[in-house]
């Protein structure tokens, strides 16, 4: 019999007593009526901390398994659905109650710290962070893919490190497409309703409790815009969405679509985030010491700080505004290529700004329009968003160290003739992602016990991480990475064939998914958009050659795929619609999955559970990737050109390289050394390596290797380490 404290006891002797005090509460934040000692599953509902702290979603699946999954991890919406009956069970499980209870201690303690004060930045006046689109959690469908991901995970780290920090973005009313695979193998787009009652989000209101309102300039009239608050632990981030009566029905949808809509809908939702986004903060009185554009969506804000800034200096001119709006901003540029910068032809920028606006800058159209031209005086180029952030702000940086390079080369032209590349201002600080939200739960266990409750700590000193990975057995590694590799195989099957829910999809049609992939196989993992240049088919050049390496009888090879290619983008969905449509008489049926609607949770399960991430870019245009840091945290193996981040990572035993660092520039040619490598390097190195066994049934040398990728590449691509490099290197 477990003992509890007299306190938890008390609390569960007060369960009924105090229901009948319980309020009628407004529809918005309807949800089932809790009984008294379970009251704080809602506090912990309601800030993203459950989703990446140890116990938290055990909490919301313990309360009912089942519908967790129907409400895809949702707490809200659980809480919402749940039935009565149900909780007053479990407020009766003692154990249950007791966890509940730890977990809000937890929170409240957490959220009970003062932000430090770290160079400018400080709680009066803090970092303000910009960025489209945020990855926190499924349940927050607001993102798209890496971008995303990675701004949800600066924002988790900066509330780790209490830095002084708060986010700005978009709420889209029908978030990002959900992918389904047609029978005929190609890609269907679903957009579901995002409801706000549903979600984590609480509006935005003034001291009358009315809402806070900001409005926008397009063709003659104003958008306005509402705002609502996600807490990220002890970060307060302020989504902004047009979906008000006050606006027409076109202008409702403005925040309708992440990366949707014309050309006008996509000036106006950047307006919305850099524009509306500084008067929304301005309203909640906020004066932040520094403006970060993540990407240059939101390159807007630097013209609205410039007007402020003439507003309060009536005598200064636009180039006074200009030295004092770079002096509090900083852009990071995370795209590449030329294309994959947003660039607006003029009529219709001119359609979306007001001739006043343009009047308060104190410049002619002409003017503001040659501040977002690589070349002011060329007429004929659009308004990009790059060359403004570029322009508007006191540092710029790429995501990884090639991509700073890379993006300085784009760049050249806008700096005068003869810069070289190592002059152009353009820095870099390489991507990172968020240890305890992707680490696997049963390894933060392991952590835990070999290095202590404080191992998230540990884990930004790197000499103190790596010895404290060695101390830990192999054989215990190896078993939390089997067991691992057993949940995907589960969630596999799971997904690929149910039959309560009638679900069958294409390749994944099977008869028995019993037969469906084998824990004890080699299995190797590739997840990512479906875009021309992380060459999807590079895999399949030689199919027969694939093919004898899944058929192997003593040492197969399995395969997991997920991905989603652009709605637009038909030549995407037809590299998807080739993949699943080889059949062929051989195992491939059984070692060989693509699971539909690729987001975080997909993402994690594989992320955690494969043996080898695979990754194979074009070169150089894999700015920085990040999925690979994941699966790294977790034991996996990359096996990955050496491009973005891998570069940095790369250590000859913490995973594999394929092809050469260095490339031509016949691409064919190109494709052709790279496929080759990649069966090489596969047939020679990782099989072997894989299968073969010591004395005790352990693969050493595969353990080895995996406590190797654990110890460098976890400290060094943590976003723990980015978001400090931030703060020392660009922030202050
Ligand atoms: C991490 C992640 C990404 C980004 O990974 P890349 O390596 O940049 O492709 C995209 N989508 C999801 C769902 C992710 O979890």
Request: charge should be negative; proline fraction near 4%; include cysteine.
């Amino acid at each position: 019999m477990k003992e509890f404290s007299s306190e938890t006891l008390k609390t569960m002797q007060s369960a009924v007593s105090l229901q009948t005090e319980q309020s009628l509460k407004t529809d918005f934040y309807y949800q089932r009526e809790l009984p008294e000692n379970l009251k704080s599953l809602e506090t912990i509902a309601w800030n993203y901390f459950w989703s990446w702290e140890t116990g938290g979603a055990d909490i919301f699946r313990e309360l009912e398994p089942t519908l967790w999954e129907k409400c895809e991890q949702n707490p809200r919406l659980l809480l919402k659905k749940i039935k009565q009956l149900r909780l007053w069970q479990k407020s009766t499980d003692f154990d249950y109650v007791e966890k509940v209870k730890r977990f809000a201690e937890k929170l409240e303690n957490y959220l009970s710290q003062q932000p430090i004060s770290a160079g400018r930045a400080s709680a009066d006046n803090p970092i303000a962070y910009f960025c489209a689109e945020y990855g926190v959690h499924n349940s927050l469908p607001n993102y798209s893919g890496g971008l995303g991901i990675l701004a949800g995970d600066h924002l988790k780290s900066a509330s780790d490190l209490n830095i002084p920090l708060v986010a700005v973005g978009l709420l889209y009313r029908y978030g990002y497409f959900r992918q389904k695979i047609a029978h005929d193998g190609w890609q269907e787009e679903r957009y579901l309703d995002v409801f706000d009652s549903e979600l984590a989000l609480k509006p935005v209101t003034g001291e009358n409790g009315e809402r806070i309102l900001v409005s926008v300039h397009i063709r003659g009239r104003e958008v306005f815009a509402q705002g609502w608050l996600a807490e990220i632990g002890r970060i307060k981030l302020y989504l902004l969405d047009t979906n008000l009566p006050q606006n027409s029905d076109v202008d409702r949808l403005i925040t309708g679509h992440l990366y949707g809509g014309d050309t006008e809908t996509r000036i106006v939702q950047e307006k919305v985030l850099g524009i509306g986004g500084v008067r929304f903060l301005r309203k909640l009185n906020y004066q932040p010491s520094v403006f970060h554009l993540n990407e240059g969506h939101s390159a807007f804000l630097t013209l609205e700080l410039a007007r402020e800034f003439l507003q309060t200096n009536e005598s200064a001119d636009f180039n006074e505004a200009i030295n004092a709006v770079r002096e509090q901003c900083v852009f990071t540029t995370h795209t590449p290529v030329e294309a994959g910068n947003d660039v607006f032809p003029i009529e219709k920028l001119s359609a979306c700004f007001s001739s006043d606006f343009v009047e308060s800058l104190k410049i002619s159209p002409e003017e503001f329009f040659a501040l977002g031209r690589t070349n002011p005086d060329d007429e004929k180029e659009g308004f990009g968003m790059t060359p403004l952030a570029l322009r508007m702000t006191r540092s710029a940086n790429g995501v990884s160290e090639k991509h700073g390079e890379v993006s300085r080369d784009l760049w050249l032209k806008m700096f005068p003739e003869g810069t070289e590349n190592e002059d152009v201002p353009i820095t870099h600080i390489t991507n990172g992602v968020h240890a305890p939200t992707w680490i696997a739960p049963l390894l933060k266990t392991i952590y835990e016990k070999h290095i202590g409750a404080r191992w998230t700590e540990i884990l930004r000193d790197e000499p103190a991480w790596r010895e404290a990975i060695e101390r830990i057995p192999d054989a215990e590694i190896w078993n939390a990475h089997l067991v691992l590799k057993q949940i995907l195989v589960a969630f596999i099957r799971n997904k690929t064939f149910s039959k309560e829910t009638g679900t069958q999809h294409t390749i994944n049609e099977r008869e028995d998914t019993g037969k469906l992939f084998d824990a004890n196989v080699l299995t190797i993992g590739f997840a990512r958009r479906v875009a021309a240049y992380k060459r999807w088919n590079l895999l399949m050049t030689d199919l027969e050659r694939l093919l004898k390496l899944v058929d192997d009888s003593e040492r197969p090879v399995q395969f997991v795929f997920a991905g989603k290619a652009h709605p637009q983008d038909r030549v995407g969905k037809q590299l998807l619609q080739n993949l699943m449509s080889i059949n062929h008489d051989s195992n491939w049926q059984n070692r060989a999955v693509f699971i539909e609607d690729y987001d975080q949770e997909v993402a994690r399960y594989l992320v955690q559970g494969v043996d080898v991430w695979m990754n194979v870019p074009r070169r150089p245009l894999e700015a920085s990737g990040t999925s690979g840091q994941k699966s790294a945290m977790n034991g996996g193996l990359n096996f990955s050109i050496l491009d973005g981040w891998w570069i940095e990572g790369y250590n000859e035993t913490n995973g594999f390289s394929i092809g050469e660092l260095n490339v031509g520039d016949d691409q064919d040619a190109i494709d052709a050394e790279d496929a080759e490598s990649l069966y090489q390097v596969l047939e020679n190195e990782i099989v072997p390596a894989f299968y073969e066994k010591d004395e005790n049934g352990l693969p050493a040398n595969w353990i080895r290797r995996m406590k190797d990728a654990l110890a460098t590449l976890t400290p060094q691509f943590s976003s723990d380490r980015m978001v400090k490099d931030y703060l020392e290197k660009i922030y202050r």
